[in-house]
């Protein structure tokens, strides 16, 4: 396996650590007997979590987001494109987008409505992707594609970090904006990517 592969891989391998920081033990599990053994190491767990979780999470998160263009220049520049990275590349970037707006809805940092534009506007370009690879049409990542990208790992890592260091001067609500202007964005981003490539999804064949 090359090495933009291993980086991408990576990415994958990473996101249960990252979960692992966001969302402490559930209660259910802290009170069953069968965990009461261990359930002071675990509550010792829960409390670290609260405490630095946020901070580790928004670390871990920035990493992994910005190996998404080293292992693509890597491959580029190394000519080690292959069909499994092209497969396994997108996964791992939804993967690691959706896993941090599951847990931030959990947490009720985000809305699930949030959740659900970005969640889809994924789903929706990759299936016109797969459509337009079908029919031997690659579709390139637009710059408003790119936009998208970078508001929502800002939004995602102030949602994570609960707006840390700028709650300690102002009240202002900057997570709550940064993710209703990665929303509109991600809106507009995926009309783009439908208008332009609409003949690759033509009703009428």
């Known amino acids: 396996m090359n090495l933009p592969n291993k980086i991408t891989l990576s990415r994958i391998f990473i996101v249960p650590i990252f979960m692992l920081f966001i969302i402490p033990f559930p209660k259910w599990l802290l009170?069953?007997?069968?965990?009461?053994?261990?359930r002071p190491q675990l509550l010792?767990?829960?409390?670290?979590?609260?405490?630095?979780?946020?901070y580790i999470a928004a670390v871990i998160f920035i990493i992994a987001s910005s190996t998404d263009g080293v292992d693509g220049y890597i491959a580029r520049k190394r000519k080690q494109i292959t069909?499994?990275?092209k497969f396994l590349d997108p996964i791992a970037d939804k993967l690691l987008v959706t896993a941090a707006l599951i847990a931030l809805v959990e947490r009720n940092d985000i809305t699930g409505w949030a959740a659900m534009?970005?969640?889809g506007r994924e789903l929706i370009v990759t299936g016109l992707r797969l459509v337009a690879a079908g029919e031997g049409i690659v579709i390139a990542a637009s710059k408003l594609g790119k936009l998208k990208t970078v508001t929502q790992i800002i939004a995602i890592v102030a949602a994570l970090l609960k707006n840390f260091p700028l709650d300690r001067f102002t009240d202002f609500q900057f997570d709550k904006y940064a993710m209703f202007i990665a929303v509109i964005i991600?809106?507009?981003?995926?009309?783009?990517?439908?208008?332009?490539?609409?003949?690759?999804?033509?009703?009428?064949?």
């Open 31 to 38: 009170e069953s007997d069968f965990l009461g053994i261990i």
């Open 186 to 205: 991600t809106i507009y981003s995926g009309y783009d990517y439908i208008a332009k490539n609409s003949k690759v999804i033509d009703y009428n064949t």
């Open 117 to 119: 534009i970005i969640i």
């Open 83 to 85: 069909r499994f990275g």
């Open 44 to 54: 010792s767990v829960n409390n670290f979590i609260s405490s630095y979780g946020n």
